[in-house]
Structure formats: C-alpha cells, structure tokens
C-alpha cells in the first residue's frame, strides 16, 4: 500500500498487508503438514505445492507463526479502513486551501494484491466503501475519466517512475539477474513494429502469423519472469519461459519476412499460447 501504517496495526515499514493478524501467505499445509497425509492433495508425482489451505497469520518477523484468528483479521482491517479514510479526508482539507478545483486523490492498486498476496484485501475494500458512503467524509468516489468530465482544465504533470517492487523503483525488473533480457525484448518489440509497417493489411495465414507475434511478444514481456527471477524461485522455468516466447517471435518474424510461414509450426505454438483470442497485431503500428 502507498500509506504506511501507524505500529499498532503492524509493521511500519510493510504497510496495511503486513499487519501480524493477517494470514500468511507463506505458509501452506502443502508443505507444512504429515507427508502421508497431504500425499492424496498434492502433485501426483509426490511433490509438495501450495494447496491454498492456510492455517497461520504473519504473527510477526519471526520462524514461529501463531494460528489465523478471522476476527482479529477482521477488526485490523477495519482499524485500517478507518485509518486510510481519515487520512483521505485530511490530505484533501490540506490540499484544497491551494487549489482552484477540487483535488483528485488517484489510488492504483496491483489488482493480485487483494485477495491473493493480502488475503484480507477485498474485505478492507468492503469496509472502507461502506465507511465512504456511510461516515461523514469529505469526498466522493470518481474515475480519472469523470474527474476529467468535470473539470477539463488542470495543469499537466509527469509523476517520478515508481513502482511497488523492493526499494519503490524498477530494481526488481532490471538489475544484473535479469539485465540481459531487455535487449532480446527491445530488439523483438522493434521488430513486432517492422511488421506491422509491412505488412498493414495482412488477410488469412500471414495475418494470423503476426496476430501470433504479438502474442509471443505480450507473453515474453510479461513482468512475472523478470520478478520471479530476481526472487530466486523457479528461476529456470522463467528463464524458459523467456527463452521459448521470443525463440516463437522470432521463428515466426523470419518467416515472414521470408515469405515461408510453416503453417504446422503456426498450429503448434497457437495452441500453446492461443491467450488475447481478438488480439489485432496493428495495435503496434
């Protein structure tokens, strides 16, 4: 989360999902319970995965986790909720004394976050939209596309480049594990351009061709592989991952600038990678 949290609901420096009374994500009785007894809900080769069955909270920075309490869960997310409309309310009191149109306070969120990542997640946005229209506040929701209705004059800004990785910048996306994959995606994302200024109207095979080149693209790109790779987990599978979408790319881009599309070739990787059904490879024109 953007705010961080006030030490009675947590650790400070991990913000509303890290409050002790939270489940714990990283606990799962794949992998914490008898052998014997999970065996029948796991891999059917024997090994241990996550299950989604999750009996500990955070508890705390420590091996030891203590058992999920639903209510304890429950009352920090509506400590939290409370916490982040009052602090809503007062960033907008202090920001409207300076402005001319009332303010905009823009919240993106990863979406994975609720519900996956933080269990509690869509519970505190249940409390929290309850609190907003029911609590005395000084605000309303709006999208950025209302905001915008309402008042179309407002001052252009570039915000600094932040993310939510480690260290609130692009570090878990580029640094020296993973450095050497932009390249192979910038020189494959220029190429996806190329094609599509070759090819602007492409009908039947040749256009289901380049519709799969953009798949290939979007899949390579994917920030998972670049994140799991710097986390050190299934380090080989990203890489693999990596490796077979822009070797897909870049089979296919050769053969269309060869004029040699291999249509069996085309079947085999569409039914491997046949996500985004009405994707239109002219978006990269």
């Not at 080769?45 to 996550?50: D, E, L, M, Q, T």
């Not at 979408?245 to 053969?255: D, E, K, P």
């Not at 269309?256 to 491997?272: C, P, S």
Request: aromatic share 16%; proline share 4%; net charge neutral.
């Amino acid at each position: 989360m953007i705010l961080k949290v006030l030490d009675k609901y947590g650790a400070q420096s991990l913000g509303y999902p890290g409050d002790f009374n939270y489940r714990e994500f990283y606990r799962d009785i794949g992998y914490d319970a008898d052998y014997d007894y999970i065996k029948p809900y796991i891999a059917k080769n024997g090994a241990r995965v996550n299950t989604g069955i999750k009996y500990h909270r955070i508890t705390g920075e420590t091996e030891f986790k203590d058992y999920y309490n639903v209510q304890w869960a429950k009352d920090s997310a509506e400590k939290q909720a409370g916490h982040f409309l009052d602090s809503r309310v007062k960033q907008i009191n202090d920001l409207n004394q300076f402005m001319d149109t009332p303010p905009i306070v823009v919240c993106p969120y990863d979406a994975e976050l609720y519900g996956h990542w933080w269990y509690e997640g869509p519970y505190w946005l249940y409390i929290l939209f309850k609190k907003i229209y029911y609590d005395d506040c000084n605000f309303k929701l709006i999208t950025p596309g209302e905001f915008i209705d309402k008042f179309p004059s407002m001052q252009i800004s570039s915000p600094c480049r932040s993310s939510w990785g480690a260290n609130g910048y692009s570090e878990v996306w580029l640094n020296p594990t993973n450095d050497y994959v932009h390249k192979h995606l910038h020189v494959a994302g220029d190429r996806m351009c190329e094609l599509t200024h070759l090819f602007p109207n492409a009908k039947g095979l040749k256009k289901k061709a380049l519709n799969q080149c953009a798949r290939e693209l979007l899949l390579a790109q994917s920030s998972d592989w670049l994140f799991i790779i710097t986390n050190g987990t299934m380090v080989d599978y990203a890489k693999k991952r990596i490796k077979d979408h822009i070797g897909r790319f870049t089979t296919l881009y050769n053969q269309l600038k060869n004029n040699t599309i291999d249509e069996e070739f085309l079947k085999d990787i569409y039914n491997k990678d046949k996500i985004f059904p009405d994707i239109d490879y002219m978006i990269y024109y």
